[in-house]
């Protein structure tokens, strides 16, 4: 196939891979998106195929066979609750093959490799390199195969730079040396080093932004090796791929009001127990389903905050059951949304958009917190960080300064939750206790139903 066919494949390819971004940024259109992603992708790939010359066509068959037996059915039954951790396996596993061929290449170059290919190459495999061990490490954190919290010990920051440095500094050597190759395996082994330090000693409450950072990395791999081959759609994808992941993660970070070097160095769950310990002497009172129902029949303004909770328990419909049951009566609904609810952004959006919630139902949290002193009755199903004043007003608290949905203002905050265990943060919540607060412990959506019946009975 000519160059420029080849050419006007990859331009194609590339304007899908822009337009599923900007189409996956709106709920109403962002199946469309997907479909744009898929094109796009297999067009790049058919593209690449038909422009090289490929000689084992056999390794490449069984290695598309092996990936589709492999990936169709975890893409099918991998729940909503589990998406981060799928998404940390595909950056490993993407930019593990990144590393890869960039190793590849570098010794089939050899011995005439110039060293502008080489500083590019050590970039790339740096980097594709680090975010495989640390895109597993997230992954088994969120799995909690391995213990979420931050693994710690008296000077880890030094090492782990440290570590870095050693890492770019052979990288140096090589691209002043380029043929001395037996630096490439110690490369290697430091960048996974270093992938590793970094994320053990990150909490897992961090771990979906750790995600998003580690996503912008393996597409800045990605773009870097595109320089090396001179395959211009790797370049266009990976940068895609890598700056939508660092707006991700900005987004994230701003909405927990933290720093990147607070999530990546700051070691934020270290101290769970110090951060709620005086809570576990303290008593709550709680409400039977009948009360609560009292209450909501009472009510002219009702709030619900959905949180990760609503997600384990895959709640949304029988919410949307409820929300109707109590328009019916007259009273008027809204759903709280806050930007990191649940475990990626938009979590609770597309849960709710499968429930058929109107969107416009939804209220963004600057939207919503002036409306919370007018509002009769807030119920919180399943959400907890994302509500706990601690943020407000615990200088201390490691949620100090996120920003939060006020729903302590309301006049009365049902809680829906199955104890009063701490959130993702590990941080307890004191509104727990507010005597405007009702428990109503249960699984959200048994305690959703029983409220359902309860209110069709009375
Ligand atoms: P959360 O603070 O983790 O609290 C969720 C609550 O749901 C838990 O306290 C749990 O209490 C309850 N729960 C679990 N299963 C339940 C079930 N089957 N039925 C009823 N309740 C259940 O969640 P959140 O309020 O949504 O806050 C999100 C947290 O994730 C924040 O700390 C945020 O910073 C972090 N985070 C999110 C993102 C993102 O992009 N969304 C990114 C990074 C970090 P029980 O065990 O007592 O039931």
Known sequence: MSDLVTLYLYAVSALLFALSLRFMSEVETSRIGNWCAVAGMVIAIAATLLAYTIRQTDLLLYAVIAGTVIGTPIALKVPMTAVPQRTAMSHAFGSLAVALVGVAEYYTDLPNINPFTVAVLCGEMVLGFLTFTGSTIALLKLQGTIPGRPFVYPGRIAVSLANLGAAAGLSVYLVLNPTHSFVIPVIAALALLFGFLLVIAIG??????????????????????????DNKILIVAGSLDGSS?????????????????NILFGAVGAKREEAGGSIEKRTVQGYSVQDAATVLANARTVVFVPGYGMAVSQAQHVLKELADLLEGRGIDVKYAIHPVAGRMPGHMNVLLAEANVPYEQLYEMERINPLFPETDVAVVVGANDITNPAARNKPGSPLFGMPILDVDKAKTVIFIKRTTGAGFSGVENDLFFNPNTMMVFGDAKKVLTDLIAALKGG
């Open 204 to 229: 897992g409450a961090d771990m979906p932004t750790v995600i998003a950072i580690l996503n912008s990395f393996a597409g800045m791999s990605a773009s870097a090796l595109g320089f090396v081959l």
């Open 245 to 261: 992941g660092l707006v991700l993660a900005l987004i994230m970070s701003k909405a927990m009001n933290r720093s990147f070097v």
